[in-house]
């Protein structure tokens, strides 16, 4: 049975995932719910799949009897279905250190992005209005991620993270950054150049490139269409493709 990936139809805690079978170009499903009450009735319904532990988004469904829930439990295993995971105990631990630091900051960014003062579940509302508003937690994340870029660039060996072949860290690095530096783009001054220079190596690899220039061309949701930043038409976004 072809690999399923089920998630919402934004880019979110998933493009990862999609990257990597992109990049191997094995066949799979991408199978993606509307971010509205349709949708998420039938998240609700696949959640109820006894075989889906922790029901949660996105998951993955390879075969009859395998389902994998949580995002970066998704990433490694399909870092380990498609070989592009690391060797030796050092690599290991590099990878899953700047694993973990880029997913820090995704949370982050995600903290801003999703008002904790309004409802994520449709047709329900909350405050809309906070001490920690959505400009006050943008310009905090923007800070933290400045100071965080020129580490992670620097422990960059190669042409990605550990030598000259990515590695499933590498396809969670560069979306996210990506994503960064669409939300953020005043934190890629000039000294960010190696980190800009990588994310153009990546995107220049067979099927990233062309899943680019034909499909991901689109305007595409980062965050749902609810958040307080979703992503859409998003010019910062625009500039930094074209100089590639």
Partial sequence: MTLRL???DIRGIAEPIRHMLRYRNIEWIDERLSSDMEGY?????QCRNPRLILGNLPYIRDG???YVTQSLA???YVGRKLNI??????DVVLCEMVEQEVLDLKTKMTEACYSPYQSHTPGVSL???GKHDFHFLRKRFSGRLKSRIGLLQDLIRDEYLIGDQPLYVDFIMYEFMDQFH???PEAFDEDAKPMLDY????????GIREWLEGEGAKPQFINAPLASWHGMENEAMTQRNDAF
Avoid: Q, S
Avoid at 41 to 45: A, D, F, Q, S
Avoid at 85 to 90: E, I
């Fill in 6 to 8: 089920v998630y919402w």
């Fill in 182 to 184: 669409a939300f953020a």
């Fill in 64 to 66: 009859e009897d395998t």
């Fill in 127 to 129: 405050e809309t209005e």
């Fill in 41 to 45: 009735r039938k998240y609700m319904e």
């Fill in 199 to 206: 994310m153009g190596r990546m995107e220049r690899l067979k």
């Fill in 85 to 90: 995971m690391p060797d030796g105990a050092t």
């Fill in 74 to 76: 998704c990433m490694r």
